[in-house]
């Protein structure tokens, strides 16, 4: 069994509402040390696979097809075996 | 200058209808071996702050009064100094 850790995040440029009014938030509740935020999202997976390199294939294939957006997200997959 | 990673998931129990819909769509479109998907949020903050130790009570203050919903959610927050 493996367990699949897939971060999602946006490419630079492209703007990131949930975080910046997250950062007014904070601000307005008086947390002005706080220069920035980002919005991430992680995907756990749990799998089974032939070997660490199936999965890492499998996942990539998930990512094109289903989790991500190519044109607006980049991705990170982790992959630990269980 | 500190990095401040909040990872949000979901407490035991408590339903995760998003991983739920990946899940299913993920099987139909074929990828049999994946028996299990959660979704997590991170939100990561960049702050100024005197010592982690200020930054890692600022942190969970933030948690506590807007990040989170401690009913339902659990998280985790890890420092990075810069």
Redo the contacts between chains.
């Keep these: 069994?493996y367990e699949v850790k897939v971060?999602i995040g946006l490419k630079k440029g492209i703007s990131d509402p949930e975080?910046a009014n997250?950062l007014k938030?904070?601000q307005l509740?008086g947390?002005m040390?706080?220069?920035?935020?980002?919005?991430?999202?992680?995907?756990?997976?749990?799998?089974?696979?032939k070997n660490k390199n199936d999965v890492k294939n499998?996942a990539e294939?998930?990512c094109q097809?289903?989790?991500t957006n190519p044109v607006i997200h980049t991705y990170d997959i982790e992959i630990i075996e269980k």
Tied chains: 1, 2.
């Design positions: 069994m971060k975080g997250t938030a904070l509740l947390f040390t706080v220069k920035e935020v980002k919005t991430i999202r992680t995907v756990d997976l749990l799998m089974d696979g499998k294939e998930m097809k289903l989790l």
